[in-house]
Each structure stands twice: as structure tokens, then as C-alpha cells.
């Protein structure tokens, strides 16, 4: 028997009780606010629900959430996916975290978000989110871009052939996974640079976006994992003439897709503008080395928009402006951002937020 075998082997019926058996993998986000952590729970199934699932906890000290002498973190279970990794009935569970008293540590950035889209004037506007995440595929222990270093930019964003495309077997397992496992996934494509990739989440409602996005990232990871292949989301991963990495976060609400809607747009961005400060602390760690003016960029110190700018903070897309109507590409946020933050941050600007 083969270990894929062993993998797929049917637990319904195993220890012979009434009850079928599944493995829950809880995830949660660590202290860096960036890494993912899991560890996997036998549970009686089936589950359908987040509250069907018990509350667990971790052992913080060794995650960066809590001190050593009190080091229990609480995980409590917000949403389900299949586990395209085991299986069958088998689910993955997208944890927030808590302190044992139950407050939010800090890096539970899910806390706020979730408070946020249940506003009733944010709840009124049906934002819908879709973010194209950037990421790019590293040699184990080499730090070293798969395949090499290659020639200048060109051939390679949306390139085709040994030469061109490097880890698609990684990416298109990826794609496949996602879907099995219900992510709302939309695309993949190679990028600019050798060995970076992006693939798209939503578009979708509120809070869903950001917890697709999490675990497709964890799944991304995982995958990479079995290849012996690394998962960098730096946002500038190779200096020099290189494009970064970033996660453009397209928006709308539903008076931006109603006829008249290019005006909300623009007053939109206008308040975007005007809180262009606030938005680029929260919009990721070393986003200064890739918001330069250059590659597809806007300089991190100016705010600007255009019609299908890829050099703009912000862009329209021209049938967005034909139609007059339609959504805003948020084109600031680097690759290793918090969808929780920004989305969160997006929507309290310009639904909220009075100037």
C-alpha cells in the first residue's frame, strides 16, 4: 500500500461505531500576522457548521501570541472547507484567536473585520471584494528563485513553455485544490517576473474573501511543501529591474454597480486619497520596496488614479468607465497584507468615513 493510499483510506466506518470519524485541521494565524500555523483534531462527523466544531487551543509561547507562563491561546472555529488533502468527509477550519478570558490577541485582525462588515450601512452596500494574490516559488535553503535567475522581464507573465513558465505542476495543483475544497477561486497566471505567480479570490461578499484567501494561502503552502519548493509573499522578492508582488484588492459596492455608479467611484476615491496614509501603514510589511514609482507601480508618498493605469494607486478599468459603472482596483496593497485590514479598511473608508 502507498502512502497516497494511506491518505485516502475511508475512516467512515473505522473502530467499529455508529459514528463516522473525520480530521478536523484547525488554522490560525500566528504572532508574526502573517505565517500559518495548523495541527490537526479527530472528531465525530459529520460537521456542517463552525459551531459544530469544539473551541481548542495552542500552546501560544511557541507561536509568538503569549507569554510562557501563560501561554494557552483559545482557537475558535469560524469557517469550513473540504480538505483537499485528505479527502473524503475530512474538513480544514479557519480558527480566530483568543486570550483565555476571551478577548482577541492582537494579530486576531478577524475580530474587527467581522464587527465592521455587520454595520448595518456597510451590510446595506453588499461590498463585494476580489483580490489577485501575487506570490513567487523560492528553492528550498537557496532563497533562490525557482529555476534560476532568468533575462530581463517580458516573456514570462503569462508565458508558455519550460523556459518561460516555472512550477505550473505547483500552480495548477493549487487551482484544482482550491476548487475541491470550495474556495471561491476565480484564476491563475503566471506574473512578470520568473517564478511569480498570482491567483484570484472572489469576487465576494464582506468577510468570505479574507477567509478564502487565508486558506488558499495555506493550501498554496502545503502544496509547495510536498514539492520541497518555497512560498515567499515578500512584496519585492528580487531587486533590481523586477517587478514586486503585491495583492491588488478590487472593490465595489452595490451603489458603484447601480446605473450612476462611476460617481460613487469617484467619490470614492476621493476619500481614499484623503486617508492615502492610513491605508499604506496597514497595507503590508515592506511595501516601501516595491511602491516605487516603477514596475507597475505608484511612488508609496503619492496618491494618484487613472482609466487603466497600471502605474496608478488606484485604477479603473475601461468598462468600468464605459458602462459607468462597475469597481475600483486598489492597486497599494502589498502580497503579505492582512485581508482582514485591508478589506475592512477599504469599506469603512469610503462607506463610513465622513471627511
Known sequence: MSLLDLLNLDL?????????KIIAEYIWIDGSGMNLR???????GPVTNPSQIPKWNCDGSSTGQAPGEDSEVILYPQAIYKDPFRGGNHILVMCDAYTPAGEPIPTNKRFNAVKLFSHPEVLAEEPWFGIEQEYTLLQKNLNWLIGGYRGPQGPY???VGAEKA???DIVDSHYKACLYAGINIGGINAEVMAGQW?????????????????????????IAEAAGVVVSFDPKPVEGDYNGTGAHTNYSTKSMRADG??????KAIE??????????????????????GEHETADINTFNFGIADRGASIRIGRDTQKAGKGYLEDRRPSSNMDPYVVTSMIAETTILWKP
Do not use: M
Not at 12 to 20: A, L, R
Not at 199 to 204: K, L, S
Not at 271 to 292: D, F, M, Q, S
Open 198 to 222: 498570482e491567483f484570484q479570490v472572489g469576487p465576494t461578499v464582506g468577510i468570505s474573501p479574507c477567509d478564502n484567501l487565508w486558506v488558499a494561502r495555506y493550501i498554496l503552502v502545503r
Open 271 to 292: 476619500k481614499l486619497g484623503k486617508r492615502h496614509k492610513e491605508h499604506i501603514a496597514v497595507y503590508g510589511v515592506g511595501n516601501e520596496r516595491r511602491l516605487t
Open 157 to 159: 507573465y503569462c508565458g
Open 12 to 20: 467512515s466506518e473505522c473502530h467499529k461505531t455508529n459514528k463516522s
Open 38 to 44: 495548523s495541527k490537526g483534531r479527530t472528531l465525530h
Open 166 to 168: 516555472f512550477g505550473r
Open 261 to 266: 455608479g462611476l460617481e460613487v467611484i469617484n
